[in-house]
């Protein structure tokens, strides 16, 4: 049986309309996404949003310092601008963190091996035998170095 997620803004007691269904598959996540103090209520009430475009501009929402974890375990503190709800998207945030870019950039590369073992037979069946597969790995090592080697 499919659950729903229900939100309630409750404003009274009777309100009927106070409570909104919320579909499973999306995400609902909210913050302060900004450092500023909140703006005033008089400065709230002169302001007109149009659109979604014109809320963004207008606040201009960003979140300084955040603290993410490298491979190591130490913190990395980046800062993320959202100037657009895309902004939020996964891609969005990847491209704006050097890190999460690396660490993408890594698996990207690692997805591409696993594509070539899948499609190639022969490298299929080396990595099957334990000789081929050192033979293998002991020339992978000799072009990791020269590679090294030419930086």
């Not at 913190?75 to 945030?93: H, Q, R, T």
């Not at 690396?102 to 073992?117: E, P, T």
């Not at 899948?118 to 035998?129: C, G, H, T």
């Amino acid at each position: 049986m499919a659950r729903k997620t229900v939100i309630s803004k409750v404003l009274d007691v009777e309100a009927q309309d106070g409570i909104i269904e919320f579909p499973q598959n999306r995400a609902l996540y909210a913050d302060q996404f900004t450092d500023e103090a909140p703006q005033s209520d008089e400065d709230r009430a002169e302001f007109k949003a149009k659109n979604m475009k014109d809320v963004f501009e207008h606040y201009q929402p960003s979140k300084k310092g955040i603290a993410l974890e490298n491979e190591e375990g130490g913190a990395v503190y980046e800062d993320f601008d959202f100037k657009s709800l895309k902004d939020f998207e996964d891609e969005a945030l990847i491209e704006q963190s050097a890190l999460m870019g690396a660490a993408k950039d890594k698996i990207d590369a690692y997805n591409a091996v696993i594509r070539q073992l899948e499609k190639n037979k022969s490298l299929r069946s080396a990595m099957k035998d334990p000789t081929q597969r050192g033979n293998l790995k002991n020339a992978l090592q000799a072009l990791l170095a020269e590679l090294d080697e030419a930086e």
